[in-house]
């Protein structure tokens, strides 16, 4: 009876919080909206005091004697080109180009070959105790006669 009850109130506690993250997004994006909007019509930087403005246009001037541009305008207006990072999966790099199952089949192999090498350590491992057992009866046969 207890999950009964539970489901539908976390169903409708959730779809609740959805819809005022949704209400908050569409605030934000309104918001981002109307500043460009006025930024667009301004044409420039909007709510902004005059020392940043001069501010502004010193590191503008100062970028365009660094790379001897003619003038501050010129700065403002260059393409900025932003490459594509190219961003190589983790997982992808330490498979090395292998697919999964090329590498359990090369898990396998490496299994087989271990088992393989430790039975043969074990046969040997037998005979060298049986070797033991055999020399040790023998001298205890000595001793005795």
Do not use: C, H, W
């Amino acid at each position: 009876m207890f999950r009964q009850v539970v489901a539908p109130a976390r169903a409708l506690s959730t779809s609740a919080l959805r819809q005022k993250e949704d209400l908050i997004a569409g605030a934000f994006l309104k918001q981002i909206r109307d500043l460009a909007s006025k930024q667009k019509s301004a044409g420039g930087l909007v709510n902004t005091s005059p020392e940043i403005k001069k501010s502004l246009d010193e590191q503008l001037n100062r970028l365009a004697n660094k790379f001897k541009l003619a003038n501050a305008d010129v700065v403002a207006k260059l393409n900025v080109d932003f490459e594509k990072a190219q961003v190589e999966s983790s997982v992808a790099a330490g498979l090395e180009g292998k697919s999964l199952d090329e590498l359990i089949a090369g898990v396998k192999a490496e299994e087989a070959a271990y088992l393989k090498q430790r039975e043969e350590k074990k046969k040997i491992e037998q005979q060298r105790l049986a070797a033991l057992a055999s020399a040790e009866s023998g001298s205890a046969n000595a001793k005795r006669a």
